[in-house]
């Protein structure tokens, strides 16, 4: 521990602090111990004086010297004390003023009026054994080098008395041996109460640090435990709403498949429904049908149909698309099938006429309540097998005819298919024509050229649809049907499909 105090103002350590009040605290105890010495020594010089009527100055002048070192002493404890400074040197001061006032009262005693009554030998060895009590003294202060330098001092002015007195060599050597002695028993007992005492005392500091290191770590713990059950409280919050999350997903997903599996089911009715290739094919082998729905179904759709004296073709855009569209297209188709096969109606603007009628009834659009506003768009051709006379009558969506590059528009009557609120009547223009052999018949709806795409995510357009038609209508329909598919892919790019696309193409045998 002596190391601790070699740099005392440098550490500022919790055990050095404690061990400096604890030296602070001896001195004030060796300062009291020190006056009752003091006090008793000059009670008993007083006595003597008194006593024996004698009265020597020089033991009043040493007795007021002792008080004087005393009382400094004393004044310099208690300043530090008060002052609440450590002073390294302090107890070596102590020490110095205990040997001195010793060394100075067995000399003022030796060349006193006393020495006639105590013989030299008799001074000098008391002298020694107050050495050898303040000697023993600086035990308390738990400082092996203050107990050496105690020593090596006491043996110093005792010798220099000695020499003084001119007392016998054999008393020096037995005073100097029994001062030798009670110093190296003094630091045996010093080094004991360091190695006992002192790091005792440390270690109870460092207990009380562990201590309060364990409260810190109960704190600390209470603190964990808490953010602990929060976050257990926001876990547990967390798996419910995963769970919930989970099972609203699970319920969407099985949702899903049982809107998807119903749309993929209304798929396969809308395609049993349309005409297979085979039968178109059969009806006009040089033809072809761009057929691109938005969704899985569509509210646009293809009709061919052959009687024993026409064959119709019809490219017909119902209002919407997807389902909406879908359930459109099949009321459409069974009007038209219903108008030809049954009501055996073969001429173009009266089948429209009829068309119109039953989807108004359908949709109840005759003023009742709960009527709806859809309706479709049409093109609708009729081609006599004998005579290969064309008619045509369309409802907003026209008919083109390309022949060596020329092309003709036939436009259709702005009436819509359907929509009849007020009950009237819808009358239909039925254009009649005999368009030359190998001429191109286009028939389609309005997605392909309000579709958006090119560079700058505008609409097509019928100027450029029309441009296409022209520019493919020479190859055959194979290559057509390809180049159109081309042209439309790249023109929309990745712009999303705002409607389902129809084009038919037909060649006249």
Known sequence: MNNFFKNPHVSNSAVIQALQKREMKIERLINFFRLIFVFSIIISDLIMLFSSGVSDMNLYIMDFSVLVFIFLG???????????????????????????????????????????????????????????????????????????????????????????????????????????????????????IISSVI???????????????????????????????????????????????????EHIEEQKKEITDSINYAFRIQSAMLPPPELINKILPGNFVFYKPKDVVSGDFFYFEETNEKIFIAAVDCTGHGVPGAIMSVIGYNSLDQAIKHEKIYKPSEILAFLSHEVAKTLRQSGETGGVKDGMDITLCAIDKKTGKLEFSGAYNPLVIIHKNNIMEIKADKIPIGISFKGENHNYTNHELMPEKGSMLYLFSDGFADQFGGEEGKKLKYKAFYELLVRVSQLPVSEQFSQVDLHFTDWKGNFEQIDDVMVIGIRIP
């Open 74 to 192: 004393f004044y310099t404890i208690n300043k530090q004390t008060i002052s609440g400074k450590y002073y390294y040197f302090l107890k070596y001061r102590t020490v110095t003023i205990d040997i001195s006032v010793t060394f100075l009262a067995g000399l003022t005693t030796l060349y006193s009026e006393l020495s006639d009554n105590i013989t030299t030998s008799e001074i000098v060895i008391m002298t020694t054994i107050f050495f050898i009590f303040f000697n023993s003294l600086s035990i308390l202060r738990g400082n092996k080098s203050v107990v050496i330098y105690s020593s090596l001092l006491s043996l110093a002015l005792n010798t220099t008395l000695f020499l003084l007195a001119g007392a016998p060599w054999l008393t020096l050597a037995y005073s100097s041996i029994f001062i030798m002695i009670s110093g190296a028993f003094n630091i045996w007992v010093t080094g004991y």
């Open 199 to 249: 790091y005792n005392e440390e270690l109870m500091i460092a207990r009380d640090e562990i201590q309060q290191a364990n409260v810190e770590l109960k704190q600390q713990k209470e603190e964990i435990e808490s953010q602990r059950d929060e976050i257990e409280a926001q876990r547990d919050e967390i798996a419910a709403q995963r769970d919930l999350v989970t099972s609203q997903k």
